[in-house]
């Protein structure tokens, strides 16, 4: 009798099975691999206010969607996120108004106003893994006096705690951001965003492969011309990455690099994907606003 006694069939029958040989992949991914954190557009939410009258165009360095045309623009793999915007209809504005002179649209003091607050409902936390919060502000404060001043509460608003305190919420959490000034003669500071984030999984870190760069030939007329028809990739997560993501990679010869990622294909075994290709290049810094997306 084999090693296995009498289940011989379905423990080698098993080795072909899908689970088997995406667990093979991913070893050898994780083996040959460069580590990675992986950022994906927003596929759902507000229309941000930087789109163009009449058009269907965004602009491209806008701190709102980052130039996706929805609110919050991306979101980095194994997070969950909250967003806030200057233009959320829910919010409780006391003593403040949307300027709309400019796009996108921001939230400032009413005239002859020294201070006002704006307050958003209560947002609902699973935060199973108690991982920390993490945030990002987007406010302008346009002469010497403004002030803004970010807290959030845990208990519908009857306690508040500045932003920049270890954040303890487990369930629950609202937040109200206060703007003011000195004197009503100077401008008011200006709210436009507040990103509030939290890992839901152990590692939020991604394996991409080493670049692989594909030659084809083409045959001219004095022979055959090799071509690059530029670096490939692949990697296995458990959701597809829809284009328009980017990643920054932590390791390897592309360590600290953010490339724009576009051409994908996936790869399938009786219908399951098991692998998803793709090509990248290096962003432009300082043109494209992948580096400052949160």
Same mark, same amino acid.
């Given at each position: ?90 919010? %409780? ?12 649209? =921001? ?93 839901? %999984? ?9 670049? =692989? ?82």
């Amino acid at each position: 009798m084999s090693y296995w006694g009498d289940r011989v069939r379905q423990v080698i029958g098993a080795w072909g099975t899908i689970d088997s040989i995406k667990a093979q992949s991913y070893s050898g991914l994780i083996a040959g691999g460069e580590k990675s954190n992986l950022w994906m557009p927003v596929t759902s939410g507000l229309v941000c206010s930087c789109k163009r009258q009449d058009e269907n165009v965004f602009e491209k360095m806008c701190v709102s969607c980052y130039g996706i045309g929805l609110i919050g623009g991306y979101q980095k793999y194994g997070h969950t996120y909250l967003y806030i915007s200057s233009i959320d209809p829910t919010l %409780v504005l006391t003593n403040i108004s949307l300027n709309q002179n400019y796009r996108p649209y =921001r939230l400032i003091l009413n005239d002859g106003q020294l201070t006002g607050t704006i307050e958003t409902v209560d947002y609902t936390i699973q935060n199973t893994l108690l991982n920390p919060y993490e945030w990002d502000v987007k406010t302008y404060i346009k002469d010497t006096g403004g002030a803004v001043l970010v807290e959030y509460s845990t208990d519908s608003g009857v306690t508040w705690y500045t932003l920049q305190q270890p954040v303890t919420a487990t369930t629950k959490i609202r937040f109200r951001i206060t703007l003011s000034r000195t004197v009503t003669t100077i401008r008011s500071p200006f709210f436009e965003m507040l990103r509030f984030r939290w890992m839901n %999984v152990l590692d939020d870190t991604v394996y991409i492969s080493k670049a =692989r760069t594909p030659i084809d030939y083409k045959r001219m007329k004095y022979g055959l011309t090799e071509t690059a028809a530029g670096p490939r990739f692949w990697t296995i997560i458990d959701q597809a990455i829809p284009s328009l993501s980017f990643t920054t990679f932590l390791e390897g010869p592309n360590q600290g690099q953010t490339m724009a990622l576009f051409d994908f294909n996936v790869t399938f075994f009786q219908g399951i994907a098991l692998r998803q290709v793709f090509s990248g290049r290096i962003i432009t810094e300082g043109v494209e606003i992948y580096t400052q997306v949160f």
